[in-house]
């Protein structure tokens, strides 16, 4: 057990201590990825402000930048990483096509994938929104230049995690060695150790989908909701319903307190609405490794090798019953699933 308020970076270059034959870029790269998300925080922290005073140059020039958030964000990390050493490539989803540093790729390692902002409807309501982040080693050589190189497989993922912009900020990653949770003390502009060593439990209380699209959803899809909601006791239902509308904040409860998040295909958005490469796949990697479960409904989502840079993929993730039963629900092709286990 570490210490509670141990800062991100100390616990970052602990965990890399179990690993003798690292070198420390890829704790550099994690503890930069916090300084960004800390730089994003300021910004979100001001987005408000943007409207009441957006009257004068100064307020103008920051609130272009605020009021582009999603911009601003991956603007950031282009700054945070440029001349870094550490990261070749970039590729966000704010970005059509990959982002090469070539002041970086004779000896970057590594190629991050992210989506800067995460829920961006909720910034004007001042709702929680979040950023999420997955990294890969690069391919040797000059193949940082072709497809091969960013898309990659979710299993072969080096790190993974996302940053929480609410009520407080929270960044919570994943380096293959169980999830770990920090919360950003504003006054001092650290990251403290928060929730060491996250594990979801096996099954959850809520469930979290979009009811708006329910008459777009597969019939499987509408059996395991209506299932889910049915009163029965014994077998720990009704689920209650929980929806932000931020994958991130909605994934972030569903870790901690279990359940299921689920944004499936429907007969509109057949392949969903969620991209593989910074959304799914980095959230499956943390919550595989906090003991969770995350796949399309017939597929494991880390196994998935993209075909398309911004590829989306049907989603359901969480607690590894809650997930196992949605998964038996959309691959059933009458009947309901299995009864819930008591
Ligand atoms: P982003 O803001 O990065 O485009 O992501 C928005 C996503 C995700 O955060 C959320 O779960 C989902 O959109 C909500 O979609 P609906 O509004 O269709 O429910
Ligand atoms: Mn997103
Ligand atoms: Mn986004």
Known sequence: MTAKGLTLT????????????ATGELSTLL?????????????????????????????????EEIKRLDEYANQTFINVFGHSGLVCTLVSEEMEKPRHLPENCAQGKYILFFDPLDGSSNIDVNGPIGTIFSIHHRM??????????????GTDQVA??????GPGTILVYTAGAGVHGFTLDPTIGEFLLSHENIRIPARGKTYSINEGNSALWQPQTRTFVDYLKEPDAGTGRPYSSRYVGALVADFHRTLLHGGIFLYPGDIKKPQGKLRLLY???????????????AGTGTERIMDIRPTDLHQRVP??????EDVAMAEAFAQSR?????????
């Not at 993974?160 to 912009?165: C, E, N, Q, R």
Request: no cysteine.
């Open 10 to 21: 100390r616990h970052i270059l602990l965990e890399q201590r179990a690993h003798p034959a």
């Open 31 to 63: 503890a930069q990825i916090g300084l960004a998300a800390k730089i994003v925080a300021r910004a979100v922290s001001r987005a408000g402000l943007v409207d009441i005073l957006g009257v004068t140059d100064e307020i103008n020039v920051h609130g």
């Open 140 to 153: 040797s050589g000059h193949q940082h230049e072709t497809p091969k190189e960013w898309l990659r497989v």
């Open 160 to 165: 993974a995690g996302y940053v929480v912009y």
């Open 279 to 293: 959304e799914a796949a980095p959230l499956a990697f943390v919550v595989e490794q906090a003991g969770g479960r």
């Open 315 to 320: 989603l359901l993730i969480g607690s590894s």
């Open 334 to 342: 009458t009947k309901p699933g299995p009864q819930m286990r008591k």
